[in-house]
Structure formats: structure tokens, C-alpha cells
């Protein structure tokens, strides 16, 4: 084996009950900081007004209206709001955190602390997905300095999330450790972490289903969710992740619930070209056949599975597919299958 990993710009992650506090210490250095979240998040929790008393007198704003796929109208208003701020927090899931790894490049890269309170990865990674309003598609750019050099894993900012949220993105995690392995090829670094994360995913999203106040399980989940993508630029995503962006952006669909989609069948059409000891190696990690179990998970979890669960109609399949330049006919099949 001969190949090159490269480390991406995470240079702290602070973890466990309590290490939100460490967001004091991080802001330390800056004179005006400025947060970015959600407006459930800020109107319906205490977390916002937490994170705002730990900056104390560092604190010169708060954006609360960063919406689901990130839309491009709030990517501008956080640039222009938090101009000359030296830090930015991102509070909140993957579109909250995009939004701010977008706004932060038309800033220049401030310092920025992400504190996710979902399982969907956002933070480790260098790709940003922006979605353009008019045209109903997501797209956006890939730069390293993006990615938030500070995260705080700290579970108890998570017991806001909703359950399907959290479980949704859970499974989004798999998606990371799944598509990482089958598409990104043997690796000794990521085949390890991304394995590790798929086979902590499994057992705990099922528990913490079960006792959603268990402040352990959900730290369990994170930090799966972390080895699950560990490294992103070493592990190249496939067609769930590609068909879950188009059907997120056009259809206003989650992509914890894009991947619950797409994820199972994926994995189906990709057994043809994987050889067989990868196959089983994923195999014995998610505790059985991969495509089967992933879709035993997501109905043991209550989440939805099928296109028409999403309001996704079927004529719109072979468009969508035509998209990706389908001429294997793999994301034809992979819809089909979700239907």
C-alpha cells in the first residue's frame, strides 16, 4: 500500500459534559466575537443566551436565522453583520455551521469555534454547501481554511435537539463512514476511525433512542461521529451524499433524512464493484450485511426511508439522475430503489 493522507486544519477538539465552558478560554484572545445560529435554538433554549454569557463583554452580535441548507440570503447578512469581528461561534447543526464556514471566507477566515449540537459532521469538514434560493439547488466550494480550527463536543448543548433530528443525523454519520470506506479506497488511517465510528453509530443510535436523556450515550454518539469522518479529505464521498445534496436543496428535505434515503440502497448497487473482503469487512463492522442492516436501522429508529416518505414524486427520478451523467444507470437504480 503507498498513498499520502493529509490533515485537515482541526486543531482542538475540547469534549465531554461541561467543555462548552472552554469556549471562555477560546475567545480569550478577541476583542469582539459573534455567534451564529438557529431560531429555534435562540427563541426556544437557554444554550444561545449560555454561549453569550461565557463571551460576556467579547460578545458584539448574534445571528438567529441561519436556515436548513443554508441559504445564500443569510450566508450575507452573517458577513455583513459580523464584520470586524476577530471570532465567530457557530451554535447549531450543519447548516448553521456551513453558513458560517461561508460567511467567515467572505470575511477573510476569522477564527471560528464550532459547537455542533447534531451528528451531521459539518465541522470537520472542508466542503461548504451554500443553497441558491431561486434556483432550488446547493452548491458552494471546497477550501481547507474553512474548516473550524476549535470544536467543543459537549452533549449537554445536544439535549435540545429533536429526536428525529439526532437520530437522522446519526445516520448521516454512517453515511460519512460508509461511503468514506466503499468510495475512498484501502486507507490505514480512515478504513480504522471511519469503521470504529459505523460500528459506535449502530450501537448506540439505538440506545440513545431509547434513553434520550443519557448525556453518556450521546457523547458515545459523538465522538462516532467524529471518528466517522475524521479525516474528510482522505475519504471521498459517493452517490448518497451527491443525490442527497440535489434532493435536500430542491425538495427541502434534511439530509439526515436524505441519508436514510439514499444510504441503504447505495450501498446495494455498490456491492457489484467492491471486492468481496471490503464487503465483508463492512460487514462485521455494521453487525451484518451492510445494505440490510443500515435499512433495519433506520426502521428500528422510526425514521423515514423511501423518496415518497419525503414528498419526492417519481416522475422527477430520471431528471434527477440525468444530473449526475448517469450513463451506468447507478443513480437511476439507487432512486429507484428508494421509491
Known amino acids: 500500500m503507498r498513498g499520502t493522507h493529509r490533515s485537515l486544519r482541526t486543531d482542538r477538539v475540547h469534549f465531554g459534559p461541561g467543555s462548552l465552558d ?22 426556544e433554549t437557554d444554550l444561545v443566551r449560555r454561549v453569550e454569557e461565557l463571551l460576556a463583554d467579547k460578545h458584539a452580535g448574534t445571528f438567529a436565522a441561519m436556515g436548513e441548507h443554508t441559504p445564500g ?15 465567530l461561534v457557530s451554535v447549531g447543526g450543519g447548516s448553521v455551521i456551513d453558513g458560517t464556514k461561508a460567511a467567515a471566507a467572505r470575511l477573510g477566515y476569522p477564527a471560528h469555534v464550532a459547537v455542533p449540537t447534531t451528528l451531521s ?37 445536544t439535549r435540545f435537539t429533536p429526536e428525529k433530528l439526532w437520530l437522522s443525523t446519526g ?24 469503521l470504529e ?3 459506535r453509530l449502530v450501537e448506540h443510535l439505538p440506545l440513545s433512542k431509547m434513553r434520550p436523556g443519557d448525556e453518556e450515550i450521546r457523547l458515545e454518539l459523538q465522538l462516532a461521529a467524529w471518528l466517522a469522518y475524521f479525516a474528510p479529505l482522505n475519504t471521498p464521498m459517493g452517490l448518497s451524499h451527491g443525490l442527497g445534496r440535489r434532493i435536500g436543496a430542491s425538495y427541502s428535505v434534511p439530509h439526515g433524512y436524505t441519508s436514510c434515503i439514499t444510504l441503504a440502497p447505495t450501498v446495494s448497487v455498490a456491492k457489484r464493484g467492491m471486492p468481496e473482503d471490503r464487503w465483508e469487512t463492512l460487514g462485521e463492522a455494521l453487525g451484518g450485511e451492510p445494505d440490510e442492516r443500515i435499512a433495519a436501522l ?6 423515514p426511508s423511501t423518496l415518497s416518505d419525503v414528498g419526492v414524486p417519481e416522475r422527477d427520478i430520471d431528471p434527477i439522475a440525468a444530473e449526475f451523467g448517469d450513463s451506468s444507470g447507478e443513480a437511476r437504480e439507487v432512486l429507484h430503489q428508494a421509491l
Open 22 to 43: 472552554e469556549l471562555a478560554t477560546e475567545a480569550g484572545e478577541y476583542e469582539r466575537v459573534f455567534i451564529v445560529t438557529g431560531r429555534t435554538l435562540d427563541e
Open 73 to 87: 440570503s443569510a450566508v450575507e447578512r452573517v458577513a455583513e453583520e459580523a464584520r470586524g469581528c476577530g471570532l
Open 121 to 157: 459532521g459539518a465541522e470537520w469538514a472542508e466542503r461548504v454547501g451554500v443553497t441558491d434560493e431561486a434556483a432550488g439547488k446547493k452548491s458552494g466550494f471546497i477550501d481547507e481554511r474553512a474548516v473550524p480550527p476549535v470544536v467543543i463536543l459537549d452533549p449537554e448543548a
Open 171 to 194: 445516520i448521516r454519520a454512517l453515511d460519512h463512514a460508509v461511503e468514506g470506506f466503499i468510495w475512498g479506497g484501502p486507507h490505514p488511517v480512515t478504513d480504522v476511525t471511519g
Open 197 to 199: 465510528g459505523a460500528r
Open 298 to 303: 433506520i426502521e428500528e429508529l422510526g425514521l
